[in-house]
């Protein structure tokens, strides 16, 4: 089964983009979790990041080709910015049904009120926030049970 963890614009300067907000740690270092964490429920795990939205959407088809064929897990998606301003990623995602969790590491409700709104939240299966990167690792943990609970 095959487990995507998509990441948006800006979140290649993890790690040194206002640590107060987002911690330490680096795009590598989430990368690294992630694949530890996938690779421990047996998925194959693709990590990408771009800061261009067009990208994201082409990853997102790429999953729903997968899951056609019902080889895909889920996907993680931090979709910076375009979260909150993106039509086209919703569509991307209702397109193709992907089971996607909508993930951001700060706590977007508690910030600016324009990170409020998201573009995207109606077609993800779940939305999670404020974890820190540790919300990476847990998004994969919840993806691993839903495939307990469907097979
Ligand atoms: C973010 C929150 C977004 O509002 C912001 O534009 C980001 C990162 C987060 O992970 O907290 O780039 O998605």
Redesign the pocket.
């Known amino acids: 089964l095959h487990l995507y963890v998509l990441n948006?614009?800006?979140?290649n300067l993890l790690g040194t983009r206002e640590p107060q907000?987002?911690g330490h740690q680096t795009l590598a270092d989430v990368e690294a979790l992630c694949q530890r964490t996938g690779r421990g429920y047996g998925f194959e795990v693709h990590c990408h990041q771009s800061n261009h939205e067009g990208d994201l959407v082409s990853w997102i088809h790429e999953a729903g080709l997968h899951h056609r064929s019902g080889h895909l897990a889920g996907i993680v998606l931090?979709?910076?910015?375009y979260?909150?301003t993106s039509v086209a990623l919703l569509d991307a995602i209702k397109g193709t049904g992907v089971p996607l969790i909508e993930?951001?590491?700060?706590n977007?409700h508690a910030?600016e009120s324009f990170?409020h709104h998201s573009y995207i939240a109606s077609a993800a299966k779940a939305v999670m926030?404020g974890f820190g990167v540790m919300g990476y690792g847990l998004a994969i943990d919840a993806i691993a049970r839903w495939q307990e609970t469907t097979t």
């Open positions: 948006g614009p800006n979140l907000v987002y931090n979709a910076g910015a979260t909150h993930l951001h590491i700060s977007v910030r990170r926030c």
